[in-house]
């Protein structure tokens, strides 16, 4: 039977790894800053002009998300039918336009064509 001088080791092998991994990655880790700096300076101001919008972006999938998760259905799903909703808004956008398009040349011809 195993003494206490090997349950000793394993317990302490088993805290400075379950410790001590995790704070290591922590400690070397760079935080945001640290990388930002790091950039050269224009891919500092470009990552200083694009993060509005990127934080935009950011807030409205966060939104939708929060919005998709008050349904019964899974997050996937709703997500789904909402992409499947927008193609076809999208479709109906597109035949609209190209129906206005048409009625203005049919008007233009009409036009063009009428003796004054």
Request: charge should be positive; hydrophobic fraction near 30%; charged fraction near 35%.
């Amino acid at each position: 039977m195993p003494g206490y001088r090997l349950y000793a080791k394993m317990f302490t092998a088993g805290a400075v790894l379950c410790i001590g991994g995790p704070a290591l990655i922590i400690y070397v880790t760079p935080t945001e800053e640290e990388l930002f700096k790091r950039y050269n300076p224009e891919l500092q101001k470009r990552s200083l002009e694009n993060r509005q919008g990127t934080q935009e972006d950011f807030d409205r999938f966060v939104g939708k998300l929060k919005e998709y998760s008050k349904s019964d259905k899974p997050i996937w799903e709703a997500a789904a039918q909402d992409e499947a909703r927008m193609r076809a808004r999208g479709l109906q956008d597109q035949t609209r336009v190209r129906d206005e398009v048409e009625r203005r040349r049919e008007e233009i011809k009409r036009h063009s064509m009428r003796p004054e």
